[in-house]
């Protein structure tokens, strides 16, 4: 080999050696770079975010990462996009729709973990005992949080009084739906355990007449001696005399007045006053709760015919007319101490 090659090779080792070397330096440098990057980016997603107090979140149907994202940051909950959209596609996670509420200075890391897991805001919704359908259907349209109209037309008595839970934007024909099929679902039950021999002639019936004793005393205990005042009317074909049922009535379903009932109000004839007609009303005039019902299908028992209020909330009972009406004279002289300021 002439000495001019071997010289030309050994310039040419010693370039690729130098070559190499660069390279490797090279090498080192962005693999630092990339390391302090990572951890960089692995700092943000992990820190706490900037938000001070807890914010709530609605994430649409069908939104992307890029729109989570941004109403994220929007919302003061993330203070950058792209680490926390990198920290949902290293992890792989689904970020579900909804409403989410993301604590106080919560990390990305942890907004993806709310997000993916689906820890969606509950609300609660509560249907009373003794609302009416009109009354509960108007508390339902009200909900802010719910989505859609209302086109569903239960039968009176027929939603189940209760604290409801349920998402955002959940549609308000769907609660009504479940709010009937529970009630139904409640009754099925309760209707096979009744006491055997009570004069109901259906499930309605039973709703029915909860109805009439869920308007007539909110104390719990009373409910199975107040039905059993009902049954022993309808067994001696008494008129049941209830005044909810002459209320509904006149306040065409929604169960209250803004003034007492007058004696012409309780001789007005309409398919739900009891005192001028026999036997139970044409429909229920509320939603009974549980107790009520099962106060029905497991009354008391007892001879009594008649029941008052006795002033502190609850009602005194009788047996005769005439201890009822030397009941209703103590009633009365309660009602006028009150109006009189005593």
């Not at 919704?125 to 569903?152: K, P, S, W, Y």
């Not at 719990?220 to 009902?230: G, I, S």
């Given at each position: 080999?002439?000495p ?20 490797t ?12 990057l990572a951890?960089?980016g692995?700092?943000?997603f992990?820190?706490?975010?900037p938000?001070?107090?807890?914010v ?15 109403l994220?940051?929007d919302?003061?909950?993330i203070?950058?996009?792209?680490v ?6 290293l992890?792989?996670?689904t970020v ?23 820890h969606?805001?509950?609300h ?11 009354q ?15 086109t569903?037309?239960?039968p ?5 009084p ?51 004793v ?9 409910r199975p ?21 002459v209320?509904y009535?006149?306040?065409d379903?929604?169960g209250?007045l803004d ?11 309409h398919?739900?006053n009891?005192?001028?007609?026999d036997?139970?009303p044409?429909?229920a005039i ?23 209020a006795?002033?502190a909330?609850?009602h005194?009972?009788?047996?005769t ?7 209703v004279?103590?009633?009365r ?6 109006k009189?300021g005593?």
């Amino acid at each position: 080999m002439p000495p001019w090659a071997e010289e030309g090779l050994f310039l040419w080792g010693g370039a690729m050696r130098r070559f190499v070397k660069a390279l490797t330096m090279l090498g080192a440098i962005v693999a630092v770079g990339l390391a302090g990057l990572a951890w960089v980016g692995h700092h943000q997603f992990t820190a706490p975010g900037p938000s001070f107090r807890p914010v709530a979140v609605v994430i649409p149907k069908g939104a992307g990462t890029e729109v989570v994202a941004r109403l994220l940051e929007d919302n003061g909950v993330i203070s950058g996009r792209t680490v926390f959209m990198v920290g949902v596609k290293l992890r792989r996670a689904t970020v579900k729709a909804g409403e989410f509420l993301f604590p106080a200075g919560v990390s990305q890391e942890e907004a993806v973990h709310i997000l993916s897991e689906g820890h969606a805001v509950i609300h609660k919704l509560t249907i009373a005992e003794g609302l009416t359908v009109r009354q509960a259907l108007e508390t339902v349209a009200e909900a802010d949080f719910l989505a859609g109209t209302i086109t569903r037309k239960p039968p009176e008595g027929w939603l189940l009084p209760e604290t409801w839970h349920m998402s955002r934007d959940e549609q308000r024909d769907e609660v009504v739906a479940r709010m009937e099929k529970a009630m139904r679902q409640t009754v099925d039950v309760l209707w096979v355990a009744r006491t055997p021999g009570l004069p109901l002639k259906s499930k309605e019936e039973a709703v029915i007449l909860a109805s009439l004793v869920e308007r007539e005393t909110a104390v719990e205990a009373e409910r199975p001696r107040v039905a059993a005042v009902f049954y022993n009317r309808l067994r001696l074909g008494m008129r049941l005399q209830s005044d909810p049922t002459v209320i509904y009535g006149l306040s065409d379903g929604m169960g209250e007045l803004d003034r007492p009932l007058t004696r012409d109000d309780l001789m007005t004839r309409h398919p739900w006053n009891t005192y001028v007609i026999d036997g139970l009303p044409q429909t229920a005039i509320a939603n009974p709760g549980r107790s009520s019902l099962e106060a029905v299908l497991h009354p008391a028992k007892s001879d009594e015919l008649y029941f008052v209020a006795n002033g502190a909330g609850g009602h005194v009972f009788a047996r005769t007319l005439d201890e009822h009406n030397a009941n209703v004279v103590k009633w009365r002289k309660i009602e006028r101490e009150r109006k009189a300021g005593r």
